[in-house]
């Protein structure tokens, strides 16, 4: 079934640097693809999506560009804040479910 | 606009005790999950349903059962509780895949611990 490999972390910043994490997916055909964020003490929120290659999913700042020629995925920002501190979740649909990745833990220090 | 639901958000079980998790969704959902989030095991599925009284086991089915009676809810129950279903339980909901990929919305959690 469809997989993904998530970049585990955890990641610790200072506000204002550069955010990266890796995902590298494993599908039959082109699924479309999700960042997810979960925020201390609450339930995984959908950040960003993207539904075909070369498409650019962005919101709040983060982007992520589905490239199937890497079978890629990586959510970016470029500057980040202590309010970005969270896990964030890459998944992918697998037959009725979703498969996610371990989570990446991000801590933004000020 | 509600959203995903879930109750209670917290509690206190002693080992063998039973009880039930309730979800409920108001966004006319088809599919509805159940997953518990671990430290170091990320999520992991219990239980999911496709629609109204279907459901089907996920990677971690032992020890739960659930039910799927009305469109808008989706009941976990342990019949036994045990220390390691200790964990954050989290409900999701999404349309159903003939209307693509859809994302599946989730839960605030409900925190279980058993002693």
């Known amino acids: 079934g469809n997989s993904v490999t998530q970049m585990e972390g955890p990641v610790t910043l200072s506000e204002e640097a550069f955010l990266t994490i890796n995902c590298t997916y494993t599908?039959?055909?082109?699924?479309?693809l999700f960042w997810y964020v979960q925020y201390p003490g609450e339930g995984l929120q959908l950040l960003l999506k993207?539904?075909?290659?070369?498409d650019k999913g962005s919101n709040k700042g983060f982007e992520a560009t589905y490239r199937k020629e890497t079978t890629s995925f990586h959510l970016e920002k470029g500057s980040v804040q202590v309010s970005d501190s969270a896990v964030y979740f890459c998944?992918?649909?697998?037959?009725?479910?979703?498969?996610f990745g371990a989570g990446t833990t991000v801590t933004v220090r000020a | 606009n509600a959203g995903v639901t879930q109750t209670p958000k917290f509690r206190v079980l002693k080992t063998g005790q039973s009880m039930t998790l309730l979800c409920a969704q108001d966004?006319?959902?088809?599919?509805m999950y159940w997953y518990r989030q671990d430290p170091g095991m990320g999520l992991r599925l219990i239980h999911y349903?496709?629609?109204?009284?279907?459901?089907a086991k996920g990677e971690v089915p032992d020890g739960y059962n659930v039910s799927r009676l009305k469109k808008q809810n989706f009941l976990l129950g342990l019949e036994s509780a045990a220390p390691s279903q200790t964990s954050v339980y989290f409900c999701?909901?999404?349309?159903?895949?003939?209307?693509?990929?859809?994302?599946?919305?989730f839960g605030d959690g409900t925190r279980l611990s058993i002693l």
């Open positions: 599908a039959t055909g082109y699924p479309s």
């Open positions: 349903s496709v629609g109204e009284g279907t459901t």
């Open positions: 999701a909901s999404s349309y159903r895949r003939d209307r693509g990929n859809q994302p599946q919305h």
């Open positions: 993207a539904t075909k290659a070369d």
């Open positions: 966004m006319n959902h088809e599919y």
């Open positions: 998944a992918l649909p697998n037959d009725y479910k979703l498969s």
